[in-house]
């Protein structure tokens, strides 16, 4: 059974930086992708990066370009995401999702984390 569980967020500054980690257990060859969605309250769930455990590929949404930054360590089953320059808009709740392909859309997840918040402060 997958399973994925993130951890790191919290309350932070304008300006500050955070690390999302998301923790995958039960890998097959449905979750070859992990991406990273954010949902702020009464917004729709925002894409903002996925990366290929095999390769390292990246695809970047268009709204953190140069400020967040996936990555993933395969041998801790362990996928981040590197949070600069953060600003109160970037406040919502974090996931992390897997699914077979290097898609931004939602739908294309099947397995997803319970998700962390994540508050900038002004």
């Known amino acids: 059974q997958v399973q994925l569980v993130e951890s790191g967020g919290g309350l932070v500054q304008a300006g500050g930086s955070l690390r999302l980690s998301c923790v995958v257990s039960?890998?097959?060859?449905?979750?070859?992708?992990m991406g990273w969605f954010r949902q702020a309250p009464g917004k729709e769930r925002e894409f903002i990066a996925a990366i290929t455990w095999s390769g390292g590929r990246i695809r970047n949404g268009d709204s953190v370009q140069g400020r967040f930054t996936i990555s993933r360590d395969n041998a801790k089953n362990t996928v981040y995401l590197q949070m600069n320059s953060l600003k109160p808009e970037d406040t919502a709740v974090y996931y992390c999702?897997?699914?077979?392909?290097?898609?931004?859309?939602?739908?294309?997840?099947?397995?997803w984390g319970q998700g962390t918040q994540v508050t900038v402060s002004s």
């Open positions: 999702a897997a699914g077979p392909s290097l898609s931004d859309r939602f739908s294309d997840y099947r397995y």
């Open positions: 039960g890998r097959t060859f449905s979750t070859a992708v």
